[in-house]
């Protein structure tokens, strides 16, 4: 049925004419904060609504931006709805539902996840067939830890923490006190966890034996930190940046220093929805691609962050928003400012799912147990990765051929601690890490 699929998604991508608007939205800011006017299409989208879920995280900003500015409407689509989801598990079981269901047709997601679903691994082994449109962003992420450790001065070596928590366990023993050392990630086998378990394996900390690995909705991690639920955490923005504005977290990285331009969300939509609505799925694409287009412009910035901070939306302080938008870093112990270290969402390629960066994702899930060893990688990126769609509807909104790789991989990725990932040999990257758990 894929194959299928592509082949009538290519016929019509033939038969549609040139859509006309401007490659990178709008050119100046008078017009980028006006709603976006309707543009005729050759072929009417199938349907004019999907459902869409997304997190309140500053990464969920293109699907926002596309509702907020018309965008959906443009390509002939003024019925979609953009849903809040309480977590990556609401989000995963209204997938499984699907809009006839009561659920949702396709989401901003932690990248693992569609794959994850296909497989039938977080699913309950029904297999959910899932398709990543998009990448949504790059970059973005953030690890803090509690302000107890403010002291050690914790960037991207993570070594000083082994005997820190030792010490912690210690004194919880002494006042017979749990001694679990807890530190919190968004959803198991997601983007976060695997960093935080990439992080804390590189200092030599075991993420199986020396820490309890648990799982905490992105818009709760600020308020157990509070109550002191963990001493660590790994989310996406505006949480960190709020945890460091509140004063109650110190330390920590961005995750752009972890791995500068590391794929992170994606637009994922169930695999029959978009089987049975090409047009409409493309239709939805490009608006989302023009709105990540208009994100990534530094002069919309405080505009974006104004309107996602918004009560429907993230509803949160604007501060907590902006400045790591701008590539501003306070992390409470230090200041950084690099904007290559910021979400990126258009620029550099961050908008193209790259092939090789799905295979990382499926590897390490592979390395701790989240996939099964002998998990045929290559098909399954095959059935889950549409980037053939992503470089249609790039060229039918006329974005310049330089902008539309040709490749399906980015190539040899290299971390902080100077580990390489060699798409070409997923095996020997594997074979090189020291704390594993298969």
């Not at 997601?109 to 679903?117: C, G, K, N, V």
């Not at 960037?155 to 010490?167: G, Q, V, Y």
């Not at 098909?379 to 889950?384: D, F, G, H, T």
């Not at 909104?397 to 399906?408: D, L, Q, S, Y």
Request: charged fraction near 25%; aromatic fraction near 8%.
């Amino acid at each position: 049925m894929v194959n299928f699929s592509r082949r009538r998604f290519l016929m019509t991508a033939a038969a549609t004419t040139a859509v006309t608007l401007i490659a990178h939205g709008c050119r100046n800011s008078q017009q980028s904060s006006d709603v976006a006017q309707p543009t005729t299409v050759a072929e009417t989208p199938e349907v004019t609504s999907v459902k869409l879920g997304f997190i309140a995280l500053t990464d969920a900003a293109p699907l926002i931006i596309a509702k907020e500015k018309g965008l959906f409407a443009k390509y002939g689509m003024p019925d979609v709805e953009v849903i809040k989801q309480a977590s990556w598990g609401v989000t995963r079981d209204n997938l499984v539902l699907g809009s006839a269901g009561g659920g949702i047709d396709g989401a901003h997601i932690l990248s693992p996840m569609p794959y994850l679903m296909t497989a039938g691994t977080i699913t309950g082994g029904k297999k959910v067939p899932m398709y990543i449109l998009a990448r949504l962003n790059t970059n973005g992420q953030g690890i803090v830890l509690a302000s107890a450790y403010k002291d050690l001065n914790i960037t991207t070596d993570s070594r000083p923490l082994k005997d820190a928590f030792a010490k912690t366990r210690a004194e919880r023993r002494a006042r017979n006190q749990e001694e679990d050392i807890k530190v919190a990630v968004t959803f198991p086998g997601g983007t976060h966890d695997l960093w935080m378990r990439y992080w804390l394996a590189a200092g030599g900390i075991d993420p199986e034996k020396d820490v309890s690995v648990i799982v905490v909705p992105p818009p709760q991690m600020v308020a157990n930190m509070k109550t002191g639920t963990m001493e660590v955490f790994c989310v996406g923005e505006p949480w960190p940046q709020q945890a460091v504005n509140q004063q109650i977290s110190a330390g920590g990285i961005t995750t752009g220093e972890f791995w500068q331009d590391h794929p992170e969300k994606s637009l994922a939509l169930r695999a029959d929805w978009v089987d049975k609505h090409p047009k409409a799925a493309k239709a939805l694409l490009m608006a989302v691609m023009e709105a990540q287009q208009w994100c990534d412009r530094p002069e919309n910035k405080p505009e974006m962050a104004k309107i996602i901070a918004q009560r429907q939306w993230l509803k949160v302080p604007v501060e907590d928003i902006l400045d790591r938008s701008l590539g501003k870093f306070d992390f409470g112990t230090r200041t950084l400012e690099n904007d290559n270290l910021a979400m990126k969402f258009w620029r550099d390629n961050a908008s193209y799912p790259y092939q090789s960066h799905d295979l990382w994702f499926l590897t390490e899930d592979i390395r701790w147990g989240y996939l099964p060893a002998d998990t045929d990688t290559k098909a399954l990126i095959q059935e889950v990765n549409r980037e053939d769609l992503w470089r249609e509807a790039a060229k039918a909104m006329g974005v310049p051929a330089a902008e539309i790789p040709t490749t399906t991989s980015r190539g040899v990725e290299t971390f902080f601690d100077g580990v390489a990932f060699d798409p070409q040999n997923p095996q020997a990257y594997l074979n090189s890490l020291d704390l594993k758990k298969v």
